[in-house]
């Protein structure tokens, strides 16, 4: 069975940076593409993010490029997002979800939720 | 970017009715349209994908349709447990950029 754990949400102060960790478990985590999207309370789902199966090649939605980071740990079947410069508008669920291949997003996990505020 | 325009925002509607969400693509996206369906405090999940495809395990009374810029998601008899907001997304580019969302309410 698929599943797909993140952690690392909380409380934290505008500016201020967090790491979000995505564990995968019962596929091949190297061979397919993962995604971020995220869900602000009230508001619908937004893409954040994505990376390749090799990690070589990330994609990021205008609101977050430059101060998010996308990355993957293969051999640990992990994903990590990496956030700086937080804002409040950065206040959300953050799901991260496999690829099914042509894009679409076949698994999810249940989310983390991170605050940003002061 | 492109952008995603789903109707209505919110739909009411009776155990045993026949419902259809729209979603419009700002450019054509071929049929690179996915739908999901999202109840609070669960994993979203992913109901169709490439516009007309059911992923498995879902009800075959789960629907969709369409291709470049129009897309329909039909339920054909509503279920309790079909009570939830529904979302498009398109992935013809790599930002899978979604539309706002449909809350279906019971009437």
């Known amino acids: 069975e698929v599943q797909l754990v993140e952690s690392g949400g909380g409380l934290v102060q505008p500016g201020g940076s967090l790491r979000l960790s995505c564990a995968a478990s019962?596929?091949?985590?190297?061979?397919?593409?993962m995604t971020w999207v995220r869900q602000a309370p009230g508001k619908g789902l937004e893409w954040v993010s994505a990376?390749?199966?090799?990690?070589?090649?990330?994609y990021y939605a205008d609101s977050v490029k430059g101060r998010f980071t996308l990355s993957r740990d293969n051999s640990k079947s992990t994903l990590y997002l990496h956030m700086n410069s937080l804002r409040a508008e950065d206040t959300a669920v953050y799901h991260c979800?496999?690829?099914?291949?042509?894009?679409?997003?076949?698994?999810w996990g249940q989310g983390t939720l991170v605050t940003v505020s002061s | 970017d492109i952008q995603m325009t789903q109707s209505p925002s919110t739909l009411s509607a009776s155990v045993g009715d026949r419902v259809t969400i729209t979603c419009r693509a700002s450019q054509s996206i071929s049929n690179w349209l996915a739908w999901y369906q999202l109840k609070p405090g669960k994993a979203p999940k992913l109901l169709i994908y490439e516009a007309s495809t059911l992923e498995s395990g879902v009800p075959s009374r789960f629907s969709g349709s369409g291709s470049g810029t129009e897309f329909t998601l039909t339920i054909s008899s509503l279920q309790p447990d079909d009570f939830a907001t529904y979302y498009c997304q398109q992935y013809n580019t790599y930002s899978g950029t979604f539309g706002q969302g449909t809350k279906l309410e019971i009437k």
């Open positions: 979800a496999k690829e099914k291949g042509s894009g679409s997003y076949e698994s």
């Open positions: 019962g596929f091949t985590f190297s061979s397919y593409a």
């Open positions: 990376i390749s199966r090799s990690g070589g090649s990330t």
